[in-house]
């Protein structure tokens, strides 16, 4: 579930507005998460972190309370009622399956790979679509990222 | 509507068999998504954003045709990523045909014509080409000039060896009706059996934040679009779904109608949203609390969602719910209206394109940094 600092500007919107009265509807401001390394000191910011990590389009590393890392995509979450009902779900970015870990076994948490939904604002096309527009390039485009 | 009697008689009783039998919640068509990498950075795009290790992975055809037959849906279709990048996606989808599913196969078209000889005309099988748009528009739609003429040279092929091919077009503010319409003829000109036309989304990931349509002009616009329409445009999309888009009909959100399955399983709650994914469909259905979904439910991220993939379903479920919704749905397929409308035509006549010219239109609102401009993708 997205929180409402990530919706805010949507939420503020609907706030005055009806939705269906919207000519058009806000989007969401980007948080910059990269490189971040929470505080885990309170149940509550453990769940807090955890929920971002689940928005985040980046790999992340997890360190187990028992010394060991595992570094991949978190693409699922499930928030129980307590810590120890609730868990995470990674593909580790060395394999295909996937891995289950507890948010009580989790002794820190770190945004280490790049946020790959980051930057790529549609002004900054625009603005270097016209710079080699200027310089004569022809079938000027975004391409997607290489793989390898 | 425009699609094989077959078609519509399958799916037709495929729904009638889910009242009869008392099921509340079921799905109408599954989006198998077997992978998330795709050939274009389109700036509506919520979906391709993944690290290089996610984007390299593929669902494999027994997954695909597994998930399939666990939620056992009349119709698939295969969306992504750019499905045509998959390299057993002609084997998937002669799994799907073999298994008499409708299979709607998504594709920008870009590498349509070099790999069609990889598949087979059938009437289970029709390629959905996305094109956003006449050839400016869709262009600037996808980030990519030329790609529009491709993707119509992909379109001529197809339907030249004898494809069922359809089309969807995805609109977001600053579209023009005008050249919407302008854009049906030039499909139907190009021989497609027919087209979708579809509000976007406001994926939060998407690069573009600043061109989601709200509600009410999303209403307006359409209205001007789909009201006059000429008899030569054929649509795919239910006659009650295209009037909800016009602001005729009222629908609440089906999030199970058309439910998704990736590398990661089940998502939850929908095509569009992403809240976590369940490992298999009995999960999905039953963990899922759909009750937070759908702009009555109050939750800011469906507040101006029109997705056909969130409430085609619910004017399908409308058709068979009662006689009436019956009676109105059967008159709106044995008499297809023009829905001839003058005040549609006046506004349609009145727009006033925001934007003109092949990209050009996007020059003015340029007010990037350069530090935004140190990292743009792809450059």
Known sequence: MATEQQEHLKIEQLRHHSADELEHIEGREKENLEGWIPALATDAEIREALEKAFDYRGDITITRKDGSKVEGYLFDRRSGASLNDSFVRVIPSAAREKVNIAYTDIAALAFTGRDTAAGKTFEAWVKKYWEKKAAGEKNIQIEPEKLD | ?379
């Open chain 2, 1 to 379: 509507m425009a699609v094989p009697v077959s078609q519509a008689w399958t799916v037709a009783t495929y729904v009638l068999k889910q009242k009869l039998t008392g099921r509340k919640r079921y799905p109408l068509v599954l989006m198998l998504e077997p992978l998330f990498r795709c050939n274009l950075a389109c700036a509506g795009c919520g979906k391709i954003q993944y690290p290089a290790h996610i984007l390299k992975q593929d669902l494999s055809p027994e997954e695909c045709f597994r998930a399939v037959e666990e939620c056992g849906v009349p119709m698939v279709s295969i969306p992504g990523g750019e499905p045509l990048l998959h390299p057993q996606m002609p084997e998937i989808v002669a799994g799907l045909v073999a298994r008499k599913k409708y299979v709607y196969m998504c594709t920008n078209a870009l590498l349509l014509k070099e790999k069609l000889h990889l598949f087979k005309p059938s009437k289970y099988l029709s390629f959905s080409v996305h094109v956003d748009g006449q050839r400016e528009h869709h262009d600037f739609s996808v980030c990519r000039e030329g790609g529009y003429d491709i993707a119509m040279e992909g379109v001529r092929a197809a339907v030249a060896a004898g494809f069922r091919v359809t089309t969807n077009t995805t609109l977001f503010d600053g579209a023009d009706p005008n050249s919407v319409r302008a854009h049906f003829d030039e499909l139907m000109a190009a021989g497609v059996e027919s087209m979708m036309v579809s509000p976007g989304y406001t994926y939060d990931k998407a690069p573009d934040q600043n061109h989601f349509l709200g509600k009410a002009k999303s209403r307006r616009m359409f209205r001007a679009i789909l009201s006059n329409r000429k008899k030569s445009w054929q649509f795919n999309t239910h006659p009650l779904f295209s009037e909800f888009l016009m602001g005729k009909q009222n629908f609440e959100c089906t999030p199970w109608g058309m439910p998704t399955f990736s590398i990661f399983g089940w998502q939850k709650p929908c095509y569009l949203l992403q809240d976590g994914y369940a490992d298999t469909f009995k999960e999905l259905m039953e963990t899922t609390e759909w009750e937070n979904y759908g702009a009555k439910s109050g939750n800011p991220r469906c507040a101006n969602c029109m997705v056909h993939s969130g409430h085609e379903a619910s004017a399908v479920d409308y058709a068979f719910s009662s006689l009436k919704g019956f009676l109105i749905t059967a008159k709106k397929f044995v008499l297809p209206s023009t829905y001839e409308d003058a005040d549609a035509m006046k506004l349609l006549n009145e727009w006033k394109p925001e934007h003109s010219g092949p990209l050009v239109q996007i020059q003015a609102s340029s007010n990037a940094t350069d530090d935004q401009l140190q990292t743009v993708s792809g450059d």
